[in-house]
Nanobody
Framework: VQLQASGGGLVQAGGSLRLSCAAS????????MGWFRQSPGKEREFVAG????????LYSDSVKGRFTISRDNGKVAVWMQMNSLKPEDTAVYYC??????????????????WGPGTLVTVSS
């Protein structure tokens, strides 16, 4: 599985950005996708995930109510709308996919495939 993300950039606090990620390769057994992020000096953390079949989503407490993740129109792709951005949201954001037949809502440990990352910078 190969993942390619886009949509990062520089935005002022309170602004919005939208990240997108498309998967290719052996995607038939994918049950959903997710996003992680890593800030300088911090460990990579789970941000959001979406399950294709149920449409259920999961968010970290730090982004709940501000970020929205969704599948992109039946494609093997996902987007994440980020609103009310804060300086502490500054990070490299990674698109991720779980292993075959693994739900992306079962915790960070199920993710096996990673995109190269896209930088989001929120200025104060």
């Amino acid at each position: 599985v190969q993942l390619q993300a886009s949509g990062g950039g520089l935005v002022q606090a309170g602004g919005s950005l939208r990240l997108s990620c498309a998967a290719s390769g052996r995607t038939r057994a994918m049950l959903g996708m997710g996003w992680f992020r890593q800030s300088p000096g911090k460990e990579r953390e789970f941000v959001a995930g979406v399950n294709w079949s149920s449409g259920n989503t999961l968010y970290s407490d730090s982004v709940k109510g501000r970020f929205t993740i969704s599948r992109d129109n039946g494609k093997v792709a996902v987007w994440m709308q980020m609103n009310s951005l804060k300086p502490e949201d500054t990070a490299v954001y990674y698109c991720a996919a779980p292993g075959e037949y693994m739900s992306p809502l079962k915790g960070p440990g199920v993710f096996e495939y990673w995109g190269p990352g896209t930088l989001v910078t929120v200025s104060s």
